[in-house]
């Protein structure tokens, strides 16, 4: 069994949310070694299939920038 094989087979056993937490990292892996993506080999991605395998989230509300200055401050942090 060859490694994609390998990855399809026990990618079929995990719920979807770790489905898609490995096609994350299968992103994360192109980005970081500058591999060729499937958009790049020619195969058009819909952006709702980008959105779905890299993981972009929305949040369930807006807030200002001022309200997330004050929420990273409350954390410790700082910009």
Request: aromatic share 6%.
């Amino acid at each position: 069994m060859n490694h994609i094989n390998a990855i399809t087979t026990h990618s079929q056993c995990l719920p979807e949310y770790l489905q898609k937490e490995v096609l994350d990292f299968i992103c994360f892996l192109e980005a970081r070694y500058l591999f060729p993506t499937a958009t790049a080999q020619g195969n058009e991605l819909t952006d709702a299939e980008i959105e779905q395998a890299c993981g972009i989230l929305t949040a369930p509300h807006g807030v200002s920038l001022e309200q997330m200055d004050e929420a990273i401050k409350s954390r410790g942090g700082s910009l």
